[in-house]
């Protein structure tokens, strides 16, 4: 099972999307330097189907993706939700923020438009860093993943220039 704790209408998360993202409590990862600390515990309202197609109801005049930020603590969870937004809102494009070093096996790939990966080290930077350990791929339309992670960096020029 999976909780949230809220949700937001977002910009930068995923590339030329406006996302819905959806903030998954029960984070394992507790990436020292998190600056999501409120996302460890195990608490806040359920996220069934019934829960999240209503929460893109509200949203969907204005969205045009769904991002799972979390849901390390259960994969399969989180790979049976996006099963439900392809099949039911199919015009949606698909998310998931995984603070893991690698993408889970408990999730069908072809599910996701985008997957992020990685923990968040301090020292090394999130996405817009060029050192960054995280990285964003992109499902092309042959179903491979492109990594994408340098998109991300013209915006942290950009705040340096």
């Not at 949700?7 to 406006?18: K, S, Y």
């Not at 939700?81 to 923020?97: N, P, Q, S, T």
């Not at 020292?123 to 998109?151: C, K, V, W």
Request: charged share 25%; aromatic share 10%.
């Amino acid at each position: 099972m999976l909780r949230y704790i809220n949700t937001d209408i977002v910009f930068q998360e995923f590339p030329d999307e406006v996302t819905l993202a959806i903030n998954i409590s029960g984070c394992p990862c507790r990436c020292p330097g998190c600056h999501s600390q409120f996302l460890w515990a195990d608490r806040g309202e359920e996220l069934t189907v019934e829960a999240l197609s209503a929460l893109i109801r509200e949203t969907e005049a204005t969205i045009t993706c769904v991002g799972f930020m979390g849901g390390d603590a259960d994969p399969a969870e989180v790979d049976r939700l996006a099963e439900y937004v392809r099949c039911h809102h199919a015009g949606l494009k698909i998310g998931w923020y995984t603070g893991r070093t690698a993408i889970s096996p408990l999730i069908d790939q072809q599910r996701f438009d985008y997957i992020k990966v990685g923990p968040y080290l301090r020292h090394l930077g999130a996405l817009d860093s060029p050192r960054t350990n995280q990285r964003m791929y992109r499902r092309s339309p042959d179903g491979s993943f492109e990594d994408i992670t340098s998109h991300f960096w013209k915006a942290h020029e950009d705040k340096n220039l």
